[in-house]
């Protein structure tokens, strides 16, 4: 009644599917599930947006779609590692998800989806067996060495597959995108499992369990060359960047937050994050969003390299942007665990490289407006109306204006 929609209207299919998976004592999971998309708004290094990006993880498929850690890599380039040791560490596959077979009365309504699941630890996979081609093993000296053969951290990186090729996943992947984009003529989004048998004749079987174009990437933003033109011209324009990454239009933020270039210095960025640790909470707070604008590499590990600020501390940013300095310049980000979170949080993230001939930052038109707050190394300022941040993930270009 409150939206007035007519239950007419609505129209529902259920398909049932038999699960993908072996029986290991009470539980049934298959070794790998996961989902792939055709089209990347956040490629890194020599990725390009057509390459598109798959996300997988040890168990039932509802663990990936729930936004669960899991290993995301592009089919295009599986072999690339985008996240040093240590973050691959910190993001990988800790638990998983289960048919648990025991439980043959389940209370759907008291337990919903999950009642018929058990969540379990990852040990439990490399008890089943699981684990032997899908993890990796953290050793003492910062290095992940594929396969289970000695102790320490397992790392759920399927090296075995994606670098050693045990079975052709990325490529099967690739593939199945390729002629399902073609043949439904937009970009596309595919659901997965994987059972790795036993049989030497026959090592694994790829189920293919759901193909639906993407939604949103018909509406999705572009920027024509008209229009990029007149944004680089524009005085309103305070910011434009030709490496962007992330894909929208955003018109609520009032908020910059950014490192004052004069004041910089790249010795002390552990202070800077904890400025910007105490700022952030206020605009958690306050519920304001903001763009963060400030030198070198985002969440860096090496702090003379960029700020090593860790999500929570800028976990209000819904913009994030780098800039070069004269010694201090921007290499090919190749993402952390920092990175993963930018991409699951769909923040934009954009580059302005040092001396560029067609990227640029304003700084005038950010000193002209209000101050809230200065600390040693930052300024707050707010706009009287709210920002236009406009972000062509296809074309890798962004603009930030004001009126």
Not at 330 to 348: A, E, K, Q, T, Y
Request: charged share 20%.
């Amino acid at each position: 009644k409150a939206i007035n929609y007519k239950m007419v209207d609505e129209k529902m299919a259920v398909v049932l599917q038999e699960v993908v998976g072996a029986q290991y004592g009470e539980y049934f999971y298959p070794h790998i599930s996961g989902t792939a998309q055709s089209y990347n708004y956040y490629p890194v290094a020599h990725m390009e947006p057509e390459d598109g990006f798959a996300v997988c993880a040890v168990g039932l498929g509802k663990y990936v779609v729930d936004g669960g850690k899991s290993f995301r890599f592009s089919p295009k380039y599986p072999a690339l590692e985008s996240v040093s040791p240590h973050d691959q560490v910190k993001s990988s596959q800790t638990r998983f998800l289960a048919l648990n077979l025991s439980n043959s009365n389940p209370d759907l309504l008291q337990n919903g989806e999950m009642a018929t699941i058990s969540e379990l630890d990852i040990s439990v996979a490399e008890e089943h067996g699981v684990l032997t081609h899908c993890a990796s093993v953290y050793t003492v000296d910062d290095r992940i060495e594929s396969g289970l053969n000695q102790p320490g951290p397992r790392v759920v990186n399927f090296a075995d597959i994606l670098r050693y090729n045990y079975i052709p996943m990325a490529q099967t992947i690739e593939m199945i995108l390729d002629v399902v984009r073609e043949a439904i003529g937009t970009p596309v989004e595919i659901e997965f499992a994987i059972d790795l048998n036993q049989d030497p004749l026959n090592p694994a079987g790829f189920y293919l369990l759901q193909i639906k174009p993407i939604v949103d990437f018909q509406t999705g933003f572009e920027l024509n060359p008209d229009v990029v033109d007149a944004l680089m011209n524009s005085e309103k324009t305070f910011l434009f960047s030709s490496k962007t990454m992330g894909n929208g239009l955003l018109e609520n933020i009032t908020d910059v937050v950014y490192v004052d270039s004069a004041s910089f210095d790249k010795t002390d960025t552990l202070k800077i994050a904890s400025e910007i640790e105490h700022l952030n909470s206020m605009m958690v707070e306050e519920q304001r969003p903001y763009v963060l604008i400030g030198p070198g590499r985002w969440g860096s590990r090496d702090r003379f390299i960029g700020i090593p600020v860790n999500w929570a501390q800028i976990s209000n940013a819904k913009v994030v942007v780098e800039f070069g300095l004269p010694d201090l310049p921007l290499d090919p980000s190749l993402g952390s665990h920092f990175f993963h979170n930018v991409i699951s949080m769909r923040v934009g993230y954009l580059s302005i490289p040092y001396n560029s001939s067609e990227d640029f930052i304003r700084w005038d038109a950010l000193e002209r407006q209000q101050v809230i707050n200065q600390t040693k190394y930052l300024r707050h300022v707010r706009f009287d109306q709210p920002l236009k941040v406009q972000m062509d993930g296809k074309n890798r270009k962004a603009a930030i204006s004001y009126t």
